[in-house]
């Protein structure tokens, strides 16, 4: 079992940049691979980043390709997500989540945590 709790969230100007933070506690995250999705109103869940278990390995969404850094600190039990350039359609609710592997659908995942908001004002 594995609780997730992302932080870091809030209001910030496009052109901005945000870091979140996904705590985890139970097992240990070094067991497994984390991605973060987010969800705007009225949308599905959106796909952002994926790291593996050793942070070897990362994905990235086309709409965040080149704004976005994923990465994890397993000794402090924390997976990141650096964003910059903020635009206004990142508005959403990020989440993290846990799977076995990266590169799984979102059903692969099944650990989440509640949610931080991010909202980009133009």
């Known amino acids: 079992q594995v609780q997730l709790v992302e932080s870091g969230g809030g209001l910030v100007q496009a052109g901005g940049s945000l870091r979140l933070s996904c705590a985890a506690s139970?097992?240990?995250?070094?067991?497994?691979?984390v991605g973060w999705f987010r969800q705007a109103p009225g949308k599905e869940h959106e796909f952002v980043a994926g790291i593996s278990h050793s942070g070897g390995s990362t994905q990235y969404a086309d709409p965040v390709k080149g704004r976005a850094t994923i990465s994890r600190d397993n000794a402090k039990n924390t997976i990141y997500l650096q964003m910059n350039n903020l635009k206004p359609e990142d508005t959403a609710v990020y989440y993290c989540?846990?799977?076995?592997?990266?590169?799984?659908?979102?059903?692969?995942?099944?650990?989440w945590g509640q949610g931080t908001q991010v909202t980009v004002s133009s």
């Open positions: 139970g097992r240990t995250i070094g067991s497994y691979a």
């Open positions: 989540a846990a799977s076995m592997t990266i590169g799984v659908p979102r059903s692969g995942y099944r650990y």
